[in-house]
């Protein structure tokens, strides 16, 4: 079946890095693109980034603009999230997810495969 299995989250200051992995099985990697999404207490999930399956095209909400980027590598399976400058506003649990098809997703509905998340949380 298929599985996404998040990695890296933790607790850090604010102003500081992280960098989540997302590795995906089950599934014929390059025919999906992939997205991150996050979830704090309270609050619906909300789009963060997400990339297109082989071209490479990117997108970012406009609260991870310029501090965020998400990379792919259809060898490995696997989609990172690099996050610099964090604030505790980014505080939330992140989720990857697959999307068949065309494109890369910023709205949820759209994605087919969801991983359980992991935690990050940003002290001020």
């Known amino acids: 079946q298929v599985q996404l299995v998040e990695s890296g989250g933790g607790l850090v200051q604010a102003g500081a890095s992280l960098r989540l992995s997302c590795a995906a099985s089950g599934l014929t990697f390059s025919r999906f693109a992939m997205g991150w999404f996050r979830q704090s207490p309270g609050k619906e999930r909300e789009f963060v980034a997400s990339i297109s399956r082989n071209d490479g095209r990117t997108y970012y909400a406009d609260s991870v603009k310029g501090r965020f980027t998400i990379s792919r590598d259809n060898a490995e399976n696997a989609v990172w999230l690099q996050m610099n400058s964090l604030k505790p506003e980014d505080t939330a649990v992140y989720y990857c997810?697959?999307?068949?098809?065309?494109?890369?997703?910023?709205?949820?509905?759209?994605?087919?495969?969801w991983g359980q998340g992991t935690q990050v949380t940003v002290s001020s």
């Open positions: 997810a697959a999307a068949r098809g065309m494109g890369a997703p910023m709205t949820s509905s759209f994605y087919d495969y």
